[in-house]
Every structure is written in C-alpha cells, then in structure tokens.
T-cell receptor, first 110, second 114 residues
Framework: SQQGEEDPQALSIQEGENATMNCSYKTSINNLQWYRQNSGRGLVHLILIRSNEREKHSGRLRVTLDTSKKSSSLLITASRAADTASYFC??????????FGTGTSLTVIP | SQTIHQWPATLVQPVGSPLSLECTVEGTSNPNLYWYRQAAGRGLQLLFY??????ISSEVPQNLSASRPQDRQFILSSKKLLLSDSGFYLCAWTVGASNNSPLHFGNGTRLTVT
C-alpha cells in the first residue's frame, strides 16, 4: 500500500525558479528518500534523510524532515529544463519495505 | 559497479496468457530484491520483496507470484493475465541487511494486456 502523499500533484515553473514539493506519511520511519523518474524510465535515487536528521543538502537539492508532523519537503533551487520529471518520496519502515507516495510532476519551462 | 537488468522492455499479452518477467543484478551479493507496479500517472505499488533465495514476501494478494531461484535473480509470473495486470513493472534492489540503503531500479517493463 502507498505510505505517502506528495503535494502538489503537478507543478509548473520557469527555469531558474525554485521548486518545492512536499510529502506526508503515516507511520514511524527509519528514513525517507526522494526519487526522480523521467517519463517511461525507472526511478533514480536523489537523497536519503534518516529519521534523526532534520535537513540534508546535495547540490541543488535540499530536503527537510519533520517527524513530529510526519512530513518532508524537497527543494530544488535554480531549476533547469532538465529537472522536468516526476518526483517521489519513499519511506523505509523496517529496512526491507519501501513505500512510495503518489508523486509530483514537475515541469520546468525554458 | 552494480547493475540491474530487467527485460523485456515492452510486452503485449492477451488476457489469459502466462507472464514471466525477469530481473538480474550484477556486482553485488545477497541483495534485497523488489517488484513494484506503477499504473499510468500513479505512484508505485510494492508487489513482492525478497531478502534471500526462496524467501518471498507478498504485499498485495493478486494474480501474480514471484520467485527467487538464485541470489541475484528475481522473477515475476502469472498463470493467466487479467486486463488489470497492465502497467509498468519495476524491479529494484538494495544492499541486504542495511537500514539506510537506497533502492536501485531497473528500466522497467511496460506490460499491456489486451
């Protein structure tokens, strides 16, 4: 079953702007991960944040985690047309099971 | 380096026909293996996962089954396909016995049941 819900479902921005997408989940977690999916392809791992971490950076990506609210956000700064893709959060509850949200479809307009 | 192979890339099958999708991982030992299904425009649904040879956990009762005959081989099967089995099937692996290992996905199989 799906664990998380991403918000918004779709996002359209101009190149150079920042993109923020949110993820809410239901149960306690070991970690939360963000993935990217280009149309018709497999998912690519972007960043993992552990349950005892509050913020993590990787290049133009910034992820926050609020376990009290069971939510996370992914910020992509200075977006590029190549960032156009769907973005998913996934929660790891037990180390063996990964549950995905419904995804945010991001369109970056050149 | 580790790689994951999934085939075929696309498949069109009639209702009632059998299915076999194969996934193999190279460059790692004792991986955890996963099958996900993605309906059009939707999120990923975990179907099966395996932490070792012959060990299969099913998430959703359905028309599908999985097997792991070898350490790095994961097979998704059906005896008789239904229209509702159409979708994008993704195989993935993680490092076994690790609580903070990301999933690595194959390129997927797009299955259309007609």
């Amino acid at each position: 079953s799906q664990q998380g819900e991403e918000d918004p479902q779709a996002l359209s921005i101009q190149e150079g702007e920042n993109a923020t997408m949110n993820c809410s989940y239901k149960t306690s977690i070991n970690n939360l991960q963000w993935y990217r999916q280009n149309s018709g392809r497999g998912l690519v791992h972007l960043i993992l944040i552990r349950s005892n971490e509050r913020e993590k950076h990787s290049g133009r990506l910034r992820v926050t985690l609020d376990t009290s609210k069971k939510s996370s956000s992914l910020l992509i700064t200075a977006s590029r047309a190549a960032d156009t893709a769907s973005y998913f959060c996934a929660t790891d509850n037990t180390g063996n099971q990964f549950y995905f949200g419904t995804g945010t479809s991001l369109t970056v307009i050149p | 380096s580790q790689t994951i192979h999934q085939w075929p890339a696309t498949l069109v099958q009639p209702v009632g026909s059998p299915l076999s999708l194969e996934c193999t991982v190279e460059g790692t030992s004792n991986p955890n293996l996963y099958w996900y299904r993605q309906a059009a425009g939707r999120g990923l649904q975990l179907l099966f996962y395996s932490v070792g040879i012959g060990q299969i956990s099913s998430e959703v009762p359905q028309n599908l089954s999985a097997s792991r005959p070898q350490d790095r081989q994961f097979i998704l099967s059906s005896k008789k396909l239904l229209l509702s089995d159409s979708g994008f099937y993704l195989c993935a692996w993680t490092v076994g016995a690790s609580n903070n290992s990301p999933l690595h996905f194959g390129n997927g199989t797009r299955l259309t049941v007609t």
